[in-house]
């Protein structure tokens, strides 16, 4: 990311308060630091504006920089996020190679379309550090648990296509990205399963979203148990967005040959991500014999041990150094890690043993 020289005021008080100008800051990995330490105890506001950054909706002109009993004074400056891009087998942007955080957020464009407010669980991921959602478009069992109906295009009319580009509008707004499943349930709603229904619904998804840099679209999930297969599905060209045929399954290789990138689901167990799987999968080499016939390409680890607030076996850990570990790897072996979690499955907030998870993720290292 590039430095931005920025204008800041802050008040010292409420926004109809005085403003205090305090200069020009240096703003580096979209971490701000506080300019005035007196500000910690008025509960700042900061008021930026610089073309490409996105206005905080918590407060008219800005937002605040600390809660009062916050003790590290620092806050995130949201900005739209640029368009990705593949070269040398990464992720990368205008501003350079990426690793992306993902986070599971099945249900997120299902809130939308029934009306919900969805802005708090945006704001809560971006003020953990991650920076993507993952999406579904279709799901049964899911939706049903809440007592909802079917999640499906149809299920909304007209109004479904509108909430998946708004939903993607307020992702950007909050410097989040969309990771858009389209494939997830497909042998379980009535007529899902027909192939050129499922191409409709990728080119439908990729043509919604065309004009937006922050989303990038996956065939569908763990395709030999959801009724579809991603090797006869094809990506709609000209769009500038990046497709992936999706997962296999648990420890199984993912469809050939890749797209754009490449999905692994690790095993649900103790272990972390697999780093050779990892590695053979970003160096092309997927089928393990050291060919490396498809060329260096992302991989991305899509769903790995999930979090919860009670532990089950082969499915959730409540261990945040687990959650640590499974960062730290999926960065050294790959390019970009999903925090898999029963609260993200229902795009719900987190309670506090999955908070501590989520944070250990973010905040890992290699």
Same mark, same amino acid.
């Given at each position: 990311m590039p430095d931005y020289n920025l204008n800041v005021h802050v008040h010292e008080g409420t926004n109809e308060g005085p403003q205090v100008e305090h200069g020009q800051l240096i703003v580096k990995r979209q971490v701000i630091p506080l300019v005035h330490g007196e500000a910690l105890y008025n509960r700042p506001v900061i008021a930026t504006r610089v073309p490409g950054f996105a206005d905080y909706d918590s407060a008219p002109d800005g937002y605040y920089l600390t809660d009062p009993n916050t003790p590290t004074p620092i806050a995130q400056q949201r900005r739209v996020p640029p368009r990705l891009r593949i070269e040398g087998g990464r992720f990368v942007t205008d501003e350079g190679p990426l690793f992306i955080l993902t986070r599971t957020d099945f249900l997120l464009v299902n809130r939308v379309a029934r009306g919900e407010d969805v802005t708090p669980n945006l704001r809560y991921w971006f003020d953990l550090g991650f920076e993507e959602a993952r999406v579904l478009v279709f799901a049964k069992n899911i939706p049903e648990q809440l007592g909802w109906p079917v999640l499906r295009p149809e299920a909304f009319? /007209? !109004?479904? &296509?509108?909430? +998946?580009?708004?939903?993607?509008? +307020?992702?950007?707004?909050?410097? %989040?990205?969309?990771? @858009?499943?389209?494939?997830? $349930?497909?042998?379980? @709603?009535?007529?899902? *399963?027909?192939?050129?229904?499922? %191409?409709?619904?990728?080119? #439908?998804?990729?043509?919604?979203?065309? $004009?937006?840099?922050?989303? *990038? @679209? %996956?065939?569908?999930?763990? &395709? @030999?148990?959801?009724?579809?297969?991603? *090797?006869?599905?094809?990506?709609?060209?000209?769009?500038?967005?990046?497709?992936?045929?999706?997962?296999?399954? !648990? #420890? &199984? !290789?993912?469809?050939?040959?890749?797209?754009? &990138? /490449?999905?692994?689901?690790?095993? #649900?167990?103790?272990?972390?991500?697999? /780093?050779?799987?990892?590695?053979?999968?970003?160096?092309?080499?997927? =089928?393990?014999?050291? #060919? *490396?016939?498809?060329?260096? =390409?992302?991989?991305?680890?899509? !769903?790995?041990?999930g979090f919860a607030e009670e532990p089950r076996p082969f499915s959730r850990s409540t261990d945040p150094n687990l959650a640590r570990a499974i960062r730290a790897e999926a960065e050294a072996f790959a390019d970009a890690v999903c925090f898999h979690s029963t609260a993200g499955v229902y795009s719900q907030i987190p309670g506090p043993i999955t908070e501590r998870c989520a944070r250990n993720f973010a905040e890992a290292r290699p």
């Amino acid at each position: 990311m590039p430095d931005y020289n920025l204008n800041v005021h802050v008040h010292e008080g409420t926004n109809e308060g005085p403003q205090v100008e305090h200069g020009q800051l240096i703003v580096k990995r979209q971490v701000i630091p506080l300019v005035h330490g007196e500000a910690l105890y008025n509960r700042p506001v900061i008021a930026t504006r610089v073309p490409g950054f996105a206005d905080y909706d918590s407060a008219p002109d800005g937002y605040y920089l600390t809660d009062p009993n916050t003790p590290t004074p620092i806050a995130q400056q949201r900005r739209v996020p640029p368009r990705l891009r593949i070269e040398g087998g990464r992720f990368v942007t205008d501003e350079g190679p990426l690793f992306i955080l993902t986070r599971t957020d099945f249900l997120l464009v299902n809130r939308v379309a029934r009306g919900e407010d969805v802005t708090p669980n945006l704001r809560y991921w971006f003020d953990l550090g991650f920076e993507e959602a993952r999406v579904l478009v279709f799901a049964k069992n899911i939706p049903e648990q809440l007592g909802w109906p079917v999640l499906r295009p149809e299920a909304f009319g /007209s !109004e479904f &296509w509108p909430a +998946l580009k708004h939903t993607a509008e +307020l992702a950007a707004a909050h410097s %989040q990205r969309l990771k @858009i499943c389209v494939c997830a $349930d497909m042998q379980l @709603i009535d007529g899902a *399963r027909d192939l050129g229904y499922q %191409q409709d619904m990728v080119y #439908r998804v990729a043509d919604t979203v065309k $004009d937006l840099t922050n989303c *990038r @679209i %996956q065939f569908g999930n763990q &395709w @030999i148990k959801n009724g579809f297969d991603p *090797r006869l599905l094809q990506k709609l060209e000209g769009t500038g967005l990046l497709f992936s045929r999706g997962s296999t399954a !648990e #420890r &199984w !290789e993912p469809p050939t040959p890749p797209l754009d &990138w /490449s999905d692994w689901d690790a095993g #649900r167990n103790t272990k972390f991500t697999d /780093s050779e799987s990892l590695l053979n999968i970003a160096t092309g080499n997927i =089928h393990g014999d050291h #060919r *490396r016939e498809y060329g260096a =390409h992302p991989c991305d680890s899509n !769903e790995p041990m999930g979090f919860a607030e009670e532990p089950r076996p082969f499915s959730r850990s409540t261990d945040p150094n687990l959650a640590r570990a499974i960062r730290a790897e999926a960065e050294a072996f790959a390019d970009a890690v999903c925090f898999h979690s029963t609260a993200g499955v229902y795009s719900q907030i987190p309670g506090p043993i999955t908070e501590r998870c989520a944070r250990n993720f973010a905040e890992a290292r290699p």
